[in-house]
């Protein structure tokens, strides 16, 4: 391989060396090495097993130790003098980390673990290292950075295909192994059944490139969770994601985090199927929910109904009713937003008197979330509001409804 940085690749090479001694005696002295029995699953296929030293756990326990070593600090001095490490530590720690324990958490640690897993444990190999140094260095020296971040998705099926939802959010099909390769904890960490049943298939996923110099990660638990309400919104779904999301940067494991609880807790329901139709309505759905940021009411409506969806009984109308009287009522009350939310979906004389029925007193949750999706496809929703009241009044046609979530509604 061409070294782009010898004195770099020795120096480092030296660290994982003491490393991978130090820990060798940690083992002669009784140390326990874990190891893994994984199960890879795929739908309509045989399982998979995988018998592995989990060696990440094993170092990361004696990170603290490891860092004291002199051959540590050595690294660490010669990482500070290459300006490309330093803005890659500051994108993998974030800018209010200490320098050293930057470079030794976001580079020489994980340079060890690559290193030892390639390696398969702790008899060093140079092949090994130099596969995972020339990683490294791709990452170091590379322009940007690649950020990536996926969670478990249940509830739902593509039937194979890939949902684009736009902003590099999309929903596929998980790879067998997928997870554990790059995060081998991740297996206890995925819902119940996920890759067995055939709504718990998928994964939501996030990629996105980053600015050179960019020192933070995307909001991937927000986003997901925005995605999630949308495909909610959608679909009507039991959709959830989670419970936590792994991230990567520059194809190098970053984080594990957890999922908003909203986004990671699964409403009752049959799973649904994510078909084109909803798929597209979906990404329409997703950049307006940004709308909530600068329209408090709007982002009331929305909170008030995704609660809904865990709630039954006198709470769960409770909610509606407060969805419903936050979207379209305004200062006007509950019955003034059901008589608006008539006219906004209502095609005919006869469809609104009925969707009146079910607006009024305990509003029907699937009509609520219709309202909601109408609302939002709109975008300007005082505009709209404005424009329903002459209609009541005869002023003007009714508001035009979306023509594909017409399709969508139509199944």
Known sequence: MIVRAPQLFDCLRAFCLGSFRALLQELERGADLPFAFEEHTSYDRPALYEYRPLVKPFIETR????????DAELAVDELRREPAA????????GPRADDHEALFGSVLLPLLVSTAEMCGGFDWDDNAYARAYAELEAALFGEGHQYGAVAPVIGITTGGATIELGAGIRIRLAATGELAKLWPEANGLLPTDFGREADRLCILELERALEPGATEPPDAPG?????????????AAPIAAGPVLFERLDWRPYGVRPVLPIAATQPAGEPTRLDSFRARLAADLLPRLALADEDPELGEALDRWELSLFQDGPFQAEQLRESLAALLGGSDGLWAAAVRGAILLGDTPRARAELQDRLSGEPEADVVRRALVETLLHGDRSKLVASLDESILGLRPRPVSSTYLE???AG
């Open 407 to 409: 399709a969508a509604e």
């Open 63 to 70: 990170a603290h130790t490891l860092r004291r070593r002199p």
């Open 86 to 93: 330093a803005i890659f530590a500051r994108a993998h720690a």
């Open 223 to 235: 986003e997901f969770a925005d995605a999630v309400t949308a495909i909610r919104l959608a679909t």
